[in-house]
């Protein structure tokens, strides 16, 4: 993991993941926060179809401590002309809300800047 300066305003620890596993249908976004999609990524990214499809997150307790997990912003796109129209996104607070029922803390949301996606991730206490 790389190691960055760290001050005592950002409560993100000290080490972020170098790569991301992706997980969920369809290929995968741009990879969130600078990282590269890895099969082995320290990270994990989730895409979910729906607000009923938020059981796809897993529980905390099933990750190592500390793994970043991210639950991106909207569902594989479909094909043609309703795939482009037909996208919608799943919204924040049910996001945030999937991370605290399985169990994560200091779960945030926030827009990347280098993506653009609007992210929700927490941490594996």
């Known amino acids: 993991a790389a190691r960055r300066e760290h001050s005592r305003f950002d409560m993100r620890p000290a080490t972020e993941p170098a790569s991301i596993r992706f997980a969920g249908t369809g290929a ?44 991106l912003p909207e569902p594989a796109r479909g094909r043609g002309l309703l795939g482009a129209f037909g996208r919608r996104t799943v919204s924040r607070s049910a996001r945030c809300g999937a991370l605290l ?14 993506s653009r996606l609007d992210l929700v991730h927490g941490r594996v206490p």
């Open 28 to 71: 995968p976004p741009r990879a969130p926060f600078g990282l590269s999609w890895s099969d082995a990524g320290e990270a994990l990214a989730v895409r979910v179809a729906s607000e009923d499809d938020l059981g796809a997150v897993p529980g905390a307790a099933t990750l190592a401590p500390g793994t970043l997990v991210v639950v």
């Open 101 to 114: 029922l399985r169990g994560y803390v200091d779960i945030r949301a926030e827009i990347d800047p280098r």
